[in-house]
Nanobody
Framework: QVHLVQSGGGLVQPGGSLRLSCKAS????????MNWFHQAPGKQRELVGN???????NYADSVRGRFTISRDNVWNTVWLQMNNLKPEDTAIYYC?????????WGRGTQVTVSS
């Protein structure tokens, strides 16, 4: 069974940094693209970015240059490093992967950017 266990998040001032992690089990991790989504209050869940098994990354325009996704295929972990955070980054952040045509999600972690 696929499990995605998230950690990190919290409250940070504008301009600050946070790092989220997501540890996967139940899949051959190195073969899977790992995605990060966020969902702000009253809005739909949106893709923040992703990283392929080989380490190629893609980012939403709103976070490119501020956020970095990385992974370790030995520790089955993916990270989302968020720098220069803005109030509009406030959201619940989810890691996600697709396995056997099904989406699997972490439980989500709250990120709040406020002074």
């Amino acid at each position: 069974q696929v499990h995605l266990v998230q950690s990190g998040g919290g409250l940070v001032q504008p301009g600050g940094s946070l790092r989220l992690s997501c540890k996967a089990s139940g899949i051959n991790f190195r073969l899977h693209t790992m995605n990060w989504f966020h969902q702000a209050p009253g809005k739909q869940r949106e893709l923040v970015g992703n990283i392929t098994g080989g380490g190629n990354t893609n980012y939403a325009d709103s976070v490119r240059g501020r956020f970095t996704i990385s992974r370790d295929n030995v520790w089955n972990t993916v990270w989302l490093q968020m720098n220069n955070l803005k109030p509009e980054d406030t959201a619940i952040y989810y890691c996600n992967t697709r396995y056997k045509q099904r989406d699997f999600w972490g439980r989500g972690t709250q990120v709040t950017v406020s002074s």
